[in-house]
């Protein structure tokens, strides 16, 4: 696929937000989950159900540059003990995808965000996992199937990615990719799977060349 095609297929997807509109596309985060049109997914993940995540190809909304607002600021543990931290990261693009193992598409999607990542290791750009229901066992698991290198942050109980995310294009079912430009404000969101590398890598390079509009 040509690099024309790529992004004339993520420009057909493109919402120019106002600064109403992000707040009006946001979800009031509560700890560890969203609320949807079936009620809360915190309480869901509680419950082990899987009825909100979303399969198929992701909804991508992207944020016109003069139309993003205030950075995203976070610091929290990844499973290996290392701090991550928003500021720290500032000048560089950050991916955060949202999961949790027991996802279908979130397996589906893991070796799409594994080509991406691979793409950019020599780039600065970073990728982060927000595990927003399993314990570290699970997760780890998960990580050495499907051969995920990149940090992890248990969110499950302390919620912190994901009230991170609530006043901006958040997270609102899972899984989700949320893409942040060099000055650590959300950029792109990927609603629902990542159905191929092609889209998240148009995204990101965009953020990283300048050439988002």
């Known amino acids: 696929m040509t690099r024309t095609t790529r992004s004339s297929r993520v420009r057909t997807a493109r919402l120019r937000t106002t600064g109403a509109a992000a707040i009006a596309l946001a979800a009031a985060l509560v700890l560890v989950g969203c609320t949807s049109a079936d009620g ?8 082990g159900s899987t009825q909100n995540y979303i399969s198929g190809t992701g909804a991508v909304t992207e944020v016109a540059v003069d139309k993003r607002t205030d950075p995203i600021d976070f610091t929290a543990k990844s499973m290996d003990g290392d ?17 949790y193992a027991g996802c279908p598409p ?7 965000l594994n080509a991406v990542q691979d793409e950019f290791a020599d780039d600065d750009v970073h990728f982060i996992g927000v595990n927003v229901r399993d314990e570290a066992g699970t997760a780890k698991a998960f990580e050495r199937k499907f051969g995920v290198h990149y940090p992890t942050v248990l969110d499950a109980r ?3 990615m994901q009230l991170a995310l609530s006043g901006e294009i958040a997270p609102n079912a899972v899984p989700t990719t949320i ?4 000055q650590g404000r959300v950029a792109a969101r990927v609603l629902g799977a990542v159905d ?18």
């Open 83 to 99: 701090e991550l931290s928003a500021k720290a990261m500032r000048g560089d693009v950050v991916v955060i995808n949202f999961w």
């Open 40 to 47: 809360s997914l915190a309480q869901q993940y509680g419950k």
């Open 158 to 160: 302390t919620g912190t």
């Open 196 to 213: 191929g590398p092609s889209i998240l890598k148009t995204l990101v390079d965009d953020e990283l060349t300048g050439k988002a509009s």
């Open 179 to 182: 893409v942040l430009d060099k």
């Open 106 to 112: 979130c397996r589906a999607e893991a070796g799409h």
